[in-house]
């Protein structure tokens, strides 16, 4: 009897999940999830959890394959050449194919006394850490929310709703994703619900105390509890690793997806940055990213050549609190287009349904490998490569 190839598959969120399923068409293929919670995180409901309207969790039965065999554990370290990963428990674990999909974090923060004093939020530690401390806060209590990106939109107003006095402070922009028009409207939107919006060059964070957040323009703003939104970055496992990393750390891959220093490790989700033209970080590329990371491997076990993976994003799905909520919509290449949809709930209703339907997307997989297809192409992306392309050989004739 045929041995099995064995595919590990480091990193259990939205790719992680997707890719181990999909990888379970084949018989002979052993599947390893290492990751280091026992239950899947949903990223996107972390806001929730801060104020209490959902757990952020689901088990791990409910939407992996039953034969993949999940390991609780931290990766400390890919051993390239000897095809094995180093667990922070002391053990390791052999393979054959490695998909790398740790995902992304809270950026660490540059601005003096944001480490000590504010609360990130993008991981369910970080979300589990802060929910006392907010339900501890009184009720008339100055909260300040930094960063105006959607995960700060939706902290911001998922607190006002349940009448928490709130400071957004966005620094330059506010919103910077959302077409002005849908800008101007979430604002207005944000306004009702009680939430202080600061925006434009003066408001950029320059300090935080266990008391008040100061601005460039010299402001000092009460704050009793600091929320901290702004940037993410990813785990430096493939740097500590010694592979090819991008500026921010995510594993440098052609368009297949593969590793640029090795065939058996294959990337997907916000870790991955294909030909130095990474996707936007969100759950919705990361579940395109995924079956197509896992294809790659499965089209190397049988001796085929990979496709060229293809992401094409729609927009983005923001929630305004548990009763409204707004959809930018974008061409497939993420410009964002003058079309949104704001609403009450309506599109709160759309926004779980989109939620929802992640969490469905991952189930079919398990029950249906290989059924999950439903990913747009952004036809603009060869033509982004060959510009690429010549610029590079420009630059080069220039040295």
């Known amino acids: 009897m045929a041995e099995s190839t064995k595919v590990v598959v480091v990193g259990g969120g939205y790719a992680g999940v997707v890719a181990a399923n999909r990888l379970t068409q084949r018989?002979?293929?052993?599947?390893?999830?290492?990751?280091?919670?026992?239950?899947?995180?949903?990223?996107?409901?972390?806001?929730?959890?801060?104020?209490?309207?959902?757990?952020?969790?689901v088990d791990y039965q409910r939407i992996l394959a039953p034969r993949i065999r999940l390991v609780v554990d931290t990766a400390t370290r890919i051993d390239a050449a000897g095809r094995h990963v180093t667990l922070a428990s002391g053990g390791t674990l052999d393979y054959d194919y490695l998909i790398y999909a740790v995902g992304s974090g809270s950026a660490a923060p540059s601005v003096p006394?944001?480490?000590?004093h504010a609360y990130p939020i993008s991981t369910l530690e970080e979300a589990q850490r802060l929910r006392p401390v907010v339900d501890a806060a009184p009720s008339s209590a100055a909260l300040t929310v930094v960063g105006g990106?959607?995960?700060?939109?939706?902290?911001?107003?998922?607190?006002?709703?349940?009448?928490?006095?709130?400071?957004?402070?966005?620094?330059?922009?506010?919103?910077?994703?959302l077409h002005p028009r849908a800008r101007r409207a979430v604002a207005e939107k944000l306004?009702?619900?009680?939430?202080?919006?600061?925006?434009?060059?003066g408001t950029t964070v320059t300090g935080v105390t266990g008391a008040s957040v100061l601005l460039a323009d010299g402001r000092e703003l009460p704050s009793a509890v600091t929320i901290?939104?702004?940037g993410f970055g990813v785990p430096d496992l493939a740097a500590r690793s010694g592979l090819s990393t991008d500026a921010l750390g995510r594993l440098r891959t052609d368009?297949?997806?593969?590793?640029?220093?090795?065939?058996?490790?294959?990337?997907?989700?916000?870790?991955?940055?294909?030909?130095?033209?990474?996707?936007?970080?969100?759950?919705?590329?990361?579940?395109?990213?995924?079956?197509?990371?896992?294809?790659?491997?499965?089209?190397?076990?049988?001796?085929?050549r990979p496709a060229d993976f293809n992401v094409?994003?729609?927009?983005?799905?923001?929630?305004?609190?548990?009763?409204?909520?707004?959809?930018?919509?974008?061409?497939?290449?993420?410009?964002?287009?003058?079309?949104?949809?704001l609403g009450g709930k309506p599109m709160a209703m759309l926004k779980e349904g989109v939620c929802k339907s992640t969490v469905w997307q991952m189930t079919h997989e398990a029950r249906k490998p290989g059924s999950l297809n439903l990913w747009f192409k952004d036809p603009g992306r060869r033509a982004a490569?060959?510009?690429?392309?010549?610029?590079?050989?420009?630059?080069?004739?220039?040295?």
């Not at 590793?259 to 990474?278: K, T, W």
């Not at 094409?312 to 949809?341: E, H, M, N, P, W």
Request: with cysteine.
């Open 27 to 57: 018989d002979d293929v052993a599947v390893t999830l290492i990751n280091p919670r026992p239950a899947f995180v949903e990223r996107i409901r972390l806001h929730q959890l801060v104020t209490g309207s959902d757990d952020a969790l």
């Open 113 to 116: 006394g944001a480490a000590e």
């Open 149 to 177: 990106g959607s995960t700060g939109i939706e902290t911001a107003s998922e607190l006002a709703e349940q009448g928490r006095k709130v400071t957004l402070v966005c620094g330059r922009v506010f919103g910077a994703y």
């Open 191 to 201: 306004t009702s619900l009680g939430v202080t919006v600061l925006e434009g060059a």
């Open 228 to 230: 901290w939104t702004a």
């Open 255 to 304: 368009e297949t997806l593969t590793s640029l220093d090795d065939v058996r490790i294959i990337a997907a989700g916000d870790s991955a940055a294909p030909s130095d033209l990474p996707v936007r970080m969100s759950c919705q590329s990361a579940m395109q990213i995924a079956p197509q990371a896992a294809d790659t491997v499965l089209s190397r076990i049988a001796g085929k």
């Open 312 to 341: 094409g994003l729609f927009g983005q799905c923001i929630s305004l609190g548990r009763r409204a909520g707004v959809v930018q919509y974008a061409k497939k290449d993420d410009t964002v287009t003058k079309v949104y949809l």
């Open 385 to 399: 490569l060959r510009v690429k392309a010549g610029e590079a050989r420009a630059a080069a004739r220039r040295a």
